[in-house]
């Protein structure tokens, strides 16, 4: 009866100790399975907690600037209330009608998802046409950023977060050309995902604003 060994045999045919056999280089070691795309979500939520920071910063600015009128206009001698809340319903709007492109998206209709998110975009365009008008006749009447401290932030807060909305449309945009080439392949629900989670942020940010600086201001 032949006894079992364990271990792979030398060069001298004995066989190799355990502790030889089971010894493996440090940098061998095994690999933990992640989830794919688990990299593309954690970088994107730093960039979104980075952006809140930024947008924190800015509130605080117009909190302790926001009163400085310098002789000039006050938040009540400029602002329209109807105008503003015209512009908060198409971005609420945009928010809920990419809200339909993701249920599209999970179902796989790639026509459905494609044309929410072109709903989404005119809504964007609509929120950005209407925020210029404003900023326009702002400056129109000679409420420009250099009148005041309360307007140089009011500027700068607004102002940075419709770049974020410009942004998001073109990214928007560029991610329905990918959708039309290739369908809703992996790597662009990845984006779609990243993309609404970009898009929501905004309107919270906007919310913000809304209270913050619109709404607040009028009661000053």
């Known amino acids: 009866m032949t006894a079992t060994v364990h271990g792979a045999p030398s060069a001298s045919g004995r066989p190799a100790s355990g502790r030889a056999?089971?010894?493996?280089?440090?940098?061998?070691?095994?690999?933990?399975?992640?989830a794919e795309g688990s990299s593309t979500y954690l970088g994107f939520w730093i960039y979104l907690m980075s952006d809140c920071l930024i947008f924190a910063?800015?509130?605080?600015?117009?909190?302790?600037?926001?009163?400085?009128?310098?002789?000039?206009?006050?938040?009540?001698?400029?602002?329209?209330?109807e105008l503003v809340a015209l512009n908060t319903t198409m971005l609420l709007l945009?928010?809920?009608?990419?809200?339909?492109?993701?249920?599209?998206?999970?179902?796989?209709?790639?026509?459905?998802?494609?044309m929410w998110l072109g709903i989404t975009g005119l809504f964007g365009l609509a929120f950005l046409s209407i925020e210029l008008y404003e900023f326009a006749h702002l400056i129109h009447i000679g409420a420009t950023p250099q009148r005041s401290a309360f307007l140089s932030a009011f500027f700068t807060l607004v102002g940075t977060?419709?770049?974020?909305?410009?942004?998001?449309?073109?990214?928007?945009?560029?991610?329905?050309?990918?959708?039309?080439?290739r369908g809703?392949?992996?790597a662009n629900r990845r984006r779609l995902m990243c993309l609404s989670m970009f898009w929501h942020f905004l309107d919270v940010v906007w919310i913000g604003v809304f209270t913050f600086v619109y709404l607040m201001g009028m009661l000053r």
């Not at 056999?21 to 992640?34: C, N, S, V």
């Open 94 to 114: 945009s928010s809920i009608t990419y809200g339909f492109a993701m249920i599209s998206m999970e179902k796989r209709k790639v026509a459905e998802t494609q």
């Open 21 to 34: 056999a089971k010894a493996r280089p440090f940098y061998l070691e095994e690999e933990h399975a992640h």
């Open 161 to 181: 977060h419709g770049l974020h909305v410009t942004f998001g449309t073109i990214w928007l945009v560029t991610l329905m050309v990918q959708v039309s080439k």
């Open 57 to 81: 910063a800015l509130f605080a600015v117009y909190a302790v600037l926001g009163g400085n009128y310098a002789a000039g206009p006050a938040p009540r001698d400029l602002f329209d209330l």
């Open 184 to 186: 809703l392949v992996p």
